[in-house]
């Protein structure tokens, strides 16, 4: 096993401790642990580039618009 001293932003360290709770983890390396893999598994090893990874990531972040049902969507864009 390889030990690391590592700095950290605020930001980060939240997103840490988030994860180490979310998973019911002991400790930040097991959330570092878990982080890795999941980022393996979604940027290295996804058949998508990691570009389009980050753009969906973008727009999942977005917020959610509501339309409504297909009358009220077709009356507010003037469709039949």
Request: proline letters at 2%; zero cysteines; hydrophobic letters at 40%.
């Amino acid at each position: 096993m390889v030990k690391a001293i590592v700095d950290i932003d605020e930001e980060a360290n939240k997103v840490i401790n988030i994860l180490k709770a979310q998973y019911g983890l002991r400790d930040k390396s097991q959330a570092i642990n878990q982080m890795a893999k999941s980022y393996k598994e979604i940027v290295l090893e996804s058949e998508f580039r990691p570009e389009y990874i980050r753009k969906l990531m973008e727009i999942q972040k977005k917020p959610i618009i509501r339309i409504g049902t297909t009358g009220e969507l077709r009356k507010r864009y003037g469709l039949k």
